[in-house]
Nanobody, 128 residues
Framework: QVRLVESGGGSVQAGGSLRLSCAASRFTAGRNCMGWLRQAPGKGREGVAVIDSEGSTTYADSVKGRFTISKDNAKNTLYLQMNSLKPEDTAMYYC??????????????????????WGQGTQVTVSS
């Protein structure tokens, strides 16, 4: 059973930084697709950043230049470095994954519905 465990959320003031981590078990991060999604209160889930099996990354327009997604294949861990945080970044952040062989092509920011493994989420709250 694939397991994704997020950590690193918290409360910060606007302009601050946080680094989220997602430890994957029974899933090889280096060969497959992973991403970060978020859901704010009263809103739908949206893609934040995606990294494919080659290490190519894509970002939502709202976070470009502020967030960086990366993965450590040796540790089988996904990261999201979040800088210059804004109150509108407040949300529950989820790690997501899918086997490349299952979808043939990694999901993009616009096709997050193809991720089929999810973590429990970690809360990020940004105050003004």
């Amino acid at each position: 059973q694939v397991r994704l465990v997020e950590s690193g959320g918290g409360s910060v003031q606007a302009g601050g930084s946080l680094r989220l981590s997602c430890a994957a078990s029974r899933f090889t991060a280096g060969r497959n697709c992973m991403g970060w999604l978020r859901q704010a209160p009263g809103k739908g889930r949206e893609g934040v950043a995606v990294i494919d099996s080659e290490g190519s990354t894509t970002y939502a327009d709202s976070v470009k230049g502020r967030f960086t997604i990366s993965k450590d294949n040796a540790k089988n861990t996904l990261y999201l470095q979040m800088n210059s945080l804004k109150p509108e970044d407040t949300a529950m952040y989820y790690c997501a994954a899918v086997y490349l062989g299952y979808v043939g092509r990694c999901p993009t920011i616009a096709t997050i519905e193809f991720f089929n493994y999810w973590g429990q989420g970690t809360q990020v709250t940004v105050s003004s």
